[in-house]
């Protein structure tokens, strides 16, 4: 298994341009999360999905938009980037709810919008 | 105040030292979970608990849940070890949401 797969590993976009950050797993995983991570603060949610065609807000939201088309891929969508959009956006996925189950990382896109 | 609170934020040990990080959180939870990132920045999961204790080769965690505390210990420290190590808990209520500490960077010397 290739686990969490997320390309690309590295971006640099302009103000305003718009990008897709993929993200795909094989585990037949039915939970799949985006979260960014800033420099010295924790993850931050910014959408989850609990099963394809399922997508609900996290955290921080404003800015990207998802969708969860099939199990395996959970695309994350940014329209008009800002900088304030520089980050390291990790994917994971989960079996079930992360009650009972532990989450798989991809290994992260690092993002600088200038 | 954050929910998540993880101490101390930085720690420098020994090769072979024995390694305590600590975790308190404010919130009502049905699941810890203790991750650790890499220098290259990939993260795994390490522990998921509910109580008690787990154990897993060298790294030992456990929680308290009426004092809302959680340790991570690492015995015998090897210079792999360095990475920063994030405590995340599970809330009781919301869907499905994780809430993350800021993580310990650890850094083991030979």
């Known amino acids: 298994n290739a686990g969490v797969t997320q390309t690309p590993k590295f971006r640099i976009l302009k103000i305003g341009q718009s990008m897709t950050l993929q993200c795909t797993q094989d585990?037949?995983?039915?939970?799949m999360y985006w979260y960014r991570q800033d420099p010295g603060m924790g993850l931050k949610l910014i959408y989850y999905s609990v099963g394809a065609g399922i997508t609900d807000k996290g955290e921080v939201p404003n800015g990207y938009n998802v969708s969860r088309s099939t199990t395996e891929d959970f695309p994350l969508r940014l329209e008009l980037a800002a900088p304030s959009q520089t980050s390291v956006y990790f994917c994971?996925?989960?079996?079930?709810?992360?009650?009972?189950?532990?989450?798989?990382f991809g290994p992260g896109t690092r993002l600088t919008v200038l | 105040k954050n929910e998540v609170e993880q101490s101390p934020q930085n720690l420098t040990a020994q090769e072979g030292e024995f390694i305590t990080i600590n975790c308190s959180y404010s919130?009502?939870?049905?699941?810890l979970h203790w991750l650790q990132q890499h220098p290259g920045g990939g993260i795994v999961s390490l522990f998921m608990l509910s109580s008690g204790k787990k154990k897993h080769g060298r790294l030992i965690a456990t929680i308290n849940i009426q004092e809302k505390h959680s340790s991570l210990h690492i015995t015998a420290s090897h210079p792999r070890d360095s990475a920063v190590y994030i405590c995340a808990v599970k809330g009781g209520r919301d869907t499905d949401k994780l809430i993350f500490g800021t993580g310990t960077r650890l850094q083991v010397f030979p």
């Open positions: 585990m037949n995983h039915n939970y």
């Open positions: 994971a996925s989960s079996y079930l709810d992360s009650s009972y189950n532990e989450q798989f």
């Open positions: 919130v009502g939870i049905s699941a």
